[in-house]
């Protein structure tokens, strides 16, 4: 069901969140975050996806996002339709003890939407801002601090699934053009 966020210019910084349906905490565990780098790092090399930022919290992910040659909304939409399938195979396949009921509710969000899909992980809408020059800075921490504010780290570097530590000159998860 769309809201009215669009993603107008195609090429631009565009600030998005993804979040698991039901905000289910889907990514406390590794595989499932690990799930997410490797599609992202998979955009970066095949789909033109330039990341400038990024966290992954247990139930969401936010990032800022340009695509200078290609279509920010289907590499997104790639994005996302592959990363579902990936984290349902995984629950499928690895030790999870939430298998049955993760797995139901993915199905009851597919059920409730009109597409033929058996699982529905993500919710429909990214909240797509597209950002101007004096808006980005405060995105990207807004980003970092996530984990600060949830309570997880005292210091945005010290959160291994986010750009912080790109942002302090030391190497972090993902390849990242910084913003500044």
Not at 84 to 111: C, H, P
Not at 146 to 152: C, K, L, S, Y
């Amino acid at each position: 069901m769309p809201t009215g966020y669009r993603i107008s210019d195609q090429h631009a910084l565009h600030f998005v969140t993804f979040t698991i349906v039901e905000w289910i905490d889907v990514f406390t565990r590794q595989i499932y975050r690990d799930i997410v780098l490797d599609s992202l790092r998979y955009c970066q090399a095949n789909k033109g996806l330039h990341v400038h930022a990024w966290v992954i919290m247990s139930n969401h992910v936010h990032a800022i996002l340009s695509t200078p040659e290609t279509e920010l909304s289907d590499v997104i939409r790639d994005l996302k339709g592959h990363t579902s399938k990936a984290i349902v195979k995984a629950v499928q396949q690895e030790t999870e003890s939430r298998r049955e009921w993760m797995l139901a509710r993915f199905i009851v969000n597919a059920i409730s939407t009109a597409r033929n899909d058996q699982f529905k992980v993500w919710t429909h809408d990214n909240h797509p801002l597209q950002l101007q020059s004096f808006t980005i800075k405060q995105r990207v921490e807004y980003i970092h601090q996530n984990p600060v504010r949830a309570g997880w780290v005292d210091q945005p570097r010290d959160y291994r699934y986010s750009s912080a530590r790109d942002y302090q000159d030391e190497p972090g998860l993902l390849k990242v053009d910084r913003v500044w």
